[in-house]
């Protein structure tokens, strides 16, 4: 029979503080206690307490800071780290923005029918469309702000579907194509910003799907979704398909959001 490997002294203290962070006992922003009151908790050298560390920091879970006031900070995992870590799969896999685009056309509607199919829609999906609806509307005339704001539609869609996997898993492609979209459209560069009349019938459907979800029409939500995000993903990849997804639009991302906290 195949021996089977003990963990190392490391994997058990990494583990048990990996319980801390998941279970919320350790919360974001919290510091982990000093080495020196970790070396007696759980009475290991300092050799294998660094390296516990090592396998936080490796998890993403912790980050070290060094100096005068430096010590390891916690984070709880997020949609955004996990879409930084997905982007970068798909970049080694050479997997394309039309491949991201592809998977929500199939995915993203079966949220808009779950949205629409809620007992407790009109308070827990219909007021966050509509605030995004809101921005969208209030600030149409921004042409710089429009995707943004219509990929904040798209995010919040699948973010009250009521399904926590599929909102992680959905929800960090979503985030990658935001990525992706947002660069296509910018300002700063080309295409040109994206035509108003484009811009208007983006808006007349997500209104559209905003009314079945409402009407809890989710055969008409799933419908309104597909025809929608066909046009955009059409309207989008028009500028060049043949490029692989890009790992570090989702890490300049995770950054900024980070920064604001």
């Not at 759980?42 to 100096?67: C, K, N, T, Y």
């Not at 597909?226 to 990849?237: C, G, K, S, V």
């Not at 500028?239 to 604001?260: H, P, Q, W, Y």
């Amino acid at each position: 029979m195949a021996r089977i490997r003990q963990p190392r002294v490391a994997e058990i203290v990494a583990s048990r503080l990996r319980d801390d962070i998941l279970s919320g006992r350790l919360k974001e922003g919290d510091m982990l206690p000093s080495q020196e009151s970790m070396f007696g908790q759980f009475g290991v050298s300092p050799p294998a307490l660094r390296e516990a560390i090592h396998i936080l920091e490796a998890d993403g879970l912790i980050s070290v800071r060094r100096g005068n006031v430096g010590g390891a900070v916690v984070h709880q995992p997020t949609a955004e780290r996990t879409a930084q870590m997905i982007s970068m799969v798909l970049q080694a896999r050479a997997a394309t923005p039309a491949d991201v685009s592809e998977a929500l056309l199939h995915l993203e509607p079966i949220c808009a029918g779950m949205c629409a199919a809620r007992d407790d829609r009109m308070s827990e999906v219909v007021p966050y469309l509509q605030a995004e609806m809101n921005a969208q509307i209030e600030q149409f005339d921004d042409a710089a702000q429009y995707v943004p704001n219509a990929r904040r539609f798209h995010e919040a869609l699948v973010s009250r579907c009521g399904n926590e996997p599929m909102i992680l898993l959905i929800g960090s492609l979503e985030l990658i194509w935001s990525a992706h979209e947002s660069s296509v459209w910018s300002d700063h560069g080309n295409p040109a910003p994206m035509a108003q009349e484009t811009r208007r019938a983006a808006l007349r459907d997500h209104q559209r799907l905003l009314d079945a979800i409402r009407d809890g029409n989710a055969a008409r939500a799933v419908r309104l979704a597909q025809d929608h995000l066909a046009a955009a993903r059409r309207n989008t990849l028009a500028f060049g398909t043949d490029k692989t997804i890009e790992a570090k639009r989702m890490s300049n991302g995770v950054c900024r959001k980070e920064s604001l906290r």
